[in-house]
């Protein structure tokens, strides 16, 4: 009985944070020779788990079929929004979700492994903190999660076709 109850006093003191993925926002950006695409990709679900305000560990799952490309309209927008879904790039038909995993935090960053197309890496990612907000930038290598197309690291003579490897996922993580 005496260690149920200190089970139940200290064992409990991580609580689950409630995201609001309505308020929260995933905006990606890919860059070019020739110029750059931005778009969005939305919350399939979310979980934080808090100890004292502060961030222990969660994870995020994103919704891969939901990527939207913002800077293109009509034909065009489709056309790459079908091409990131492609095997060219996410494979969403085979790998549907995309997942981070918060293993742990300090006051600037998280600290955790994305996964993209089955394959996982370690990422650091910085942010910040205003009340129930956390906001940053998180970067990563595509071609470490087979998305090679049109990489300069594995094609020669792209010229202006050239996409650089690294993406940008700006983002705003709100709880309720």
């Known amino acids: 009985m005496k260690s149920l109850l200190i089970t139940m006093l200290f064992g409990f003191s991580a609580m689950a944070a409630e995201v609001d993925l309505k308020k929260s926002s995933f905006n990606w950006k890919g860059t070019k020779v020739s110029g750059e695409h931005v778009g969005t990709i939305d919350l399939k679900s979310a979980n934080l788990k808090m100890d004292d305000g502060k961030i222990k560990s969660g994870e995020f ?9 913002t800077d293109l309209e009509g034909k065009w927008k489709k056309k790459l929004e ?9 494979s969403a ?20 492994d994305l996964t993209i197309r089955d394959k ?30 049109n990489s300069g690291n594995f094609f020669k003579n792209l010229g202006d076709k050239m996409i650089h490897d690294e993406v940008n996922v700006g983002f705003k993580i709100v709880l309720k």
């Open 120 to 149: 996982s890496h370690s990422v650091k990612i910085p942010y910040t903190k205003s009340g129930k907000t956390y906001s940053g930038t998180l970067t990563f290598d595509r071609t470490k999660f087979d998305m090679k197309y």
């Open 93 to 112: 038909d085979k790998y549907p979700t995309a997942k981070l995993k918060i293993n742990k935090a300090d006051d600037q960053h998280v600290y955790g």
């Open 61 to 69: 799952v994103i919704d891969i079929n939901s990527v939207d490309v």
């Open 82 to 90: 079908d091409h990131l879904k492609s095997d060219d790039f996410f």
